[in-house]
Nanobody
Framework: QVQLVESGGGLVQPGGSLRLSCAAS????????MAWYRQAPGKQRELVAT???????TYADSVKGRYAISRDIPNNTTYLQMNSLKPEDTAVYYC????????????????WGKGTLVTVSS
């Protein structure tokens, strides 16, 4: 019923930039919050950035000042602008959203995208 689809990953050199996109589609009533997570090889998934309906944002310390999360509410889309990328930013990046579907309008459910790979290497 509800899908999240990420795009924008790829190979970039250290110091470069990438912009990830995540579009939510399906039987959506509203979206409470959206977020980006990442999982590097051999590591646990970690929270990178979040954004709420009122535009409030939070960032992991490791990306503060380099990443920026934004949201296009009418189009149910979130973006992650990643600048000054480092090799340690290499990971699969996942989109997450708390969504109220038309079937469950009174509470939100966690949805996940399938992820997009970001590789930072020279």
């Amino acid at each position: 019923q509800v899908q999240l689809v990420e795009s924008g990953g790829g190979l970039v050199q250290p110091g470069g930039s990438l912009r990830l996109s995540c579009a939510a589609s399906g039987s959506i009533f509203s979206i409470d919050a959206m977020a980006w997570y990442r999982q590097a090889p051999g590591k646990q998934r970690e929270l990178v950035a979040t954004i709420t309906n009122d535009g409030s944002t939070t960032y992991a310390d490791s990306v503060k000042g380099r990443y920026a999360i934004s949201r296009d509410i009418p189009n149910n889309t979130t973006y992650l602008q990643m600048n000054s990328l480092k090799p340690e930013d290499t990971a699969v990046y996942y989109c997450n959203a708390v969504i109220r579907s038309i079937v469950h309008i009174y509470y939100g459910i966690d949805y996940w995208g399938k992820g997009t790979l970001v590789t930072v290497s020279s």
